[in-house]
């Protein structure tokens, strides 16, 4: 069976392989027989291989390397490249994050070939599936030169175990000066959160202008709670300094695909739906019933946040 | 210090955005076309680093003529000159392809440092500034929230999920900006109408030295196999709180089986 690379892509500070790894892993199965690639630094790939065998892969190249740390994207790419040329793949498939998709545009130059990037789906002829303007249009794609480089939309595919072999190959690495460029200095967190992340998370709760203030967003936070979901926030909302920008949903900030989507004191201007229009279940809670978010949703409440938000949290808390 | 601002016009994301089904392409004409909104914030960056180190700041675009537009207002905000390239075979260029032509314009360029949006909000590839670096030899300093220059030293703080990277490069750089980096300015009308005089050059591929072979639909390295609008959802169901609004949301989750 042709042989598919698939990036790995890992939590920091040795926290594991994220499930967008294990989603591409699934997705690769599509066209072929899925190799895990782990770029990193060294020691990194011993705690990540049972995953990735777990998921199918049938080997996992290990290339450990201190500059891969220490450099931004450019070494991947260019371990990555070099991978590639050695073993002729059928096609490569890279997680979508602002790194995966940085990795496979210099990958595609190295090796001259075309990519296609937020797919939610490959098919066993290579066409991808992608979504455009703001969820209102499906496209479906195809790489016409070289070999086909897929980076896989977070939470668009369900990963499904498969046993693989995980025979594991190492790879010598050598970055070439040109790589070393643009230096990583320090990588500071600023929020730690015990929620799960927004473009991982199968329920999404997103607070808006309405909820009006910083401290109100506990509120949000609560319900978000209560439903094992990841908090999210309009542009309006960290515009007014109600929360960091790092959760915006939207056109400038994050784009979401979860199980359920609970908009709440958003309006739903186009640039909010840009970010969540294809979940598969909206819910929106707003005291304007002219709202526009209302025709996006499955399920809406007409009515004051502040009342409809805790005591829908007090029932589903009461359920478990 | 020379900077060079890329920016981009695209579809008005407020307006309807359609795929042309003549060939599969973005329907560009059609639409209302503005100024790539991260652009803005990318101008603004050029123009805080120009005002701090001193030197000159030209815009740079790839687009049919209407892109002029684009450049009018990075003009009206403080960029000093613009280079336009315009041709009829570009149209319908995938992102790499694009790169090339840029990386080829700015061949012809001297800067000591890129700056371009982070994304664009017709194809939200991302991609542009690390093509662009690869292709050019250049640092890629890209998904910066800040933004320092200091003696041939470029820094930034890289976004990241709950903090950022700090990065740095010796200049010449390419850097890319989201949203969160500053708040553009709004052109004065001094600026609108000193725009008007500033210089913009047109270049076409010969100018550029690219072969129309590289670029244009039929050379790309990826199609558009074909494409459909998504399926509106169907009416949902609405219900005004009485007191029991909680109640109901509650119910539709046991329904679907979230809780």
Same mark, same amino acid.
């Given at each position: 069976?042709?042989e598919v ?8 500070? !040795?926290?594991?392989?994220r =499930?967008?790894t ?6 690769? +199965?599509?066209?072929?027989e899925?190799?895990a ?5 060294p020691?990194t ?6 995953? &990735?065998? %777990? ?15 220490e ?8 371990? &990555?490249?070099?991978?590639?040329q050695?073993?002729?793949?059928a ?9 995966? =998709?940085?990795?496979?545009a +210099?990958?595609?130059?190295?090796i ?5 990037t937020d797919?939610?789906e490959?098919a066993?002829?290579g066409?991808?599936?992608q979504?455009?303007?703001a969820g209102?249009?499906?496209v479906?794609?195809k ?10 939309r ?10 693989g072999? !995980?025979?594991? *190959?190492?790879?010598?690495v ?10 990583v200095t320090d990588?500071?967190v %600023?929020?730690?959160?015990? +929620?799960?992340?927004?473009t %991982?998370?199968?329920?999404v709760?997103?607070?808006? +202008? ?5 401290e109100?967003f506990?509120i949000? %936070?609560? &319900?978000? @709670?209560?439903?094992?979901a990841?908090v ?5 909302a960290? @515009?007014?300094g ?10 400038t900030?994050?784009?979401?695909s979860? *199980? ?6 958003i309006?739903?201007?186009i ?9 598969k279940?909206?819910?929106?809670i707003?005291k304007?019933?002219?709202a526009?978010?209302?025709? &996006?949703? @499955?399920f809406g409440?007409i009515g ?6 805790p ?5 589903i808390?009461?359920?478990? | 210090?020379n900077?060079?601002?890329? /920016?981009?016009q ?5 307006s309807?955005?359609?795929?042309d ?5 973005? $329907?560009?004409?059609a639409a209302?076309?503005v ?6 914030y ?11 180190q001193?030197?000159e #700041?030209?815009?740079l ?16 905000m403080?960029a000093d000159?613009?280079v336009?390239?315009?041709d009829?075979?570009?149209k319908?260029?995938?992102?790499v392809?694009?790169?090339? /032509? ?11 440092? /890129? ?10 590839m ?19 929230r800040?933004l ?6 470029a820094?930034?703080e ?12 010796p200049?010449?750089?390419i850097v ?8 553009p ?5 001094k600026?609108?109408?000193a725009?008007?005089?500033?210089? #913009?050059e047109?270049?076409t591929l010969?100018?550029?030295?690219v072969? $129309?072979s590289?670029?244009?639909?039929a050379?790309?390295?990826?199609? /558009?196999?074909d ?13 005004t ?5 909680a109640?109901?949301?509650v119910?539709?989750?046991a329904?679907q089986?979230?809780v």
């Amino acid at each position: 069976m042709a042989e598919v690379l698939v990036l790995a892509e890992l939590n920091p500070a !040795g926290g594991g392989v994220r =499930k967008t790894t294990l989603e591409a892993l699934t997705a690769a +199965r599509a066209i072929g027989e899925p190799s895990a690639v782990v770029i990193a630094a060294p020691g990194t790939a011993a705690g990540v291989k049972d995953a &990735l065998a %777990e998921y199918g892969a049938a080997t996992v190249y290990v290339a450990e390397a201190p500059e891969i740390d220490e450099f931004l994207v450019a070494p991947k790419a260019e371990v &990555l490249a070099q991978l590639v040329q050695e073993k002729s793949p059928a096609a490569v498939v890279i997680p979508s994050s602002p790194e995966g =998709k940085e990795v496979a545009a +210099r990958l595609a130059i190295k090796i001259g070939s075309g990519f296609l990037t937020d797919v939610t789906e490959i098919a066993a002829d290579g066409t991808a599936t992608q979504v455009a303007f703001a969820g209102q249009v499906i496209v479906h794609s195809k790489v016409t030169a070289g070999t086909p480089i897929y980076t896989l939309r977070g939470n668009s595919v369900t990963p499904e175990p498969a046993a693989g072999a !995980g025979a594991e *190959q190492a790879v010598s690495v050598s970055v070439s000066d040109a790589a070393k460029l643009a230096k990583v200095t320090d990588r500071v967190v %600023e929020q730690k959160s015990s +929620r799960p992340e927004l473009t %991982e998370a199968s329920i999404v709760v997103s607070g808006g +202008r309405g909820v009006a203030s910083a401290e109100n967003f506990s509120i949000i %936070e609560g &319900l978000a @709670d209560s439903l094992g979901a990841a908090v999210g926030a309009s542009r309006a909302a960290v @515009d007014s300094g109600f929360y960091p920008h790092s959760f915006q949903v939207g056109q400038t900030g994050k784009t979401v695909s979860p *199980q359920l989507y609970v908009a709440v004191g958003i309006s739903g201007a186009i640039q909010h739906r840009a970010g969540m229009q294809t979940s598969k279940t909206i819910v929106a809670i707003n005291k304007d019933p002219e709202a526009p978010i209302f025709e &996006l949703a @499955d399920f809406g409440v007409i009515g004051d946040l502040n009342t409809v938000v805790p005591q829908a949290t007090e029932q589903i808390t009461a359920r478990k | 210090m020379n900077i060079v601002v890329l /920016v981009k016009q695209v579809p008005d994301s407020g307006s309807e955005r359609k795929m042309d089904p003549a060939d599969n392409t973005v $329907a560009r004409a059609a639409a209302d076309n503005v100024v790539n909104e991260i652009d803005e914030y990318a101008i603004e960056e050029a123009l805080v680093v120009k005002e701090a180190q001193g030197g000159e #700041v030209t815009v740079l675009t790839v687009g049919p003529d209407s892109a002029t537009d684009a450049i009018r207002k990075a003009l009206s905000m403080g960029a000093d000159k613009a280079v336009h390239v315009s041709d009829e075979a570009i149209k319908g260029s995938d992102a790499v392809q694009i790169s090339a /032509v840029l990386a080829a314009a700015l061949g012809q360029l001297e800067y000591d440092l /890129v700056i371009c949006g982070a994304e664009a909000t017709d194809s939200q590839m991302s991609v542009m500034p690390a093509l662009l670096a690869e292709r050019l030899g250049l640092p890629q300093l890209s998904g910066a929230r800040k933004l320092t220059v200091d003696g041939g030293v470029a820094r930034i703080e890289r976004q990241t999920d709950g903090g950022y990277w700090a990065v740095e490069a010796p200049l010449p750089a390419i850097v890319s900006t989201w949203d969160t980096i500053n708040e553009p300015r709004y052109p004065s009308f001094k600026g609108i109408m000193a725009a008007k005089k500033k210089p #913009v050059e047109t270049k076409t591929l010969a100018d550029l030295g690219v072969d $129309a072979s590289l670029v244009g639909q039929a050379n790309a390295t990826t199609q /558009v196999v074909d494409f459909a609008g998504r399926p509106p959802k169907g009416e949902g169901v609405k219900v005004t709180d009485e007191g029991d609004g909680a109640q109901k949301f509650v119910d539709f989750l046991a329904g679907q089986k979230i809780v």
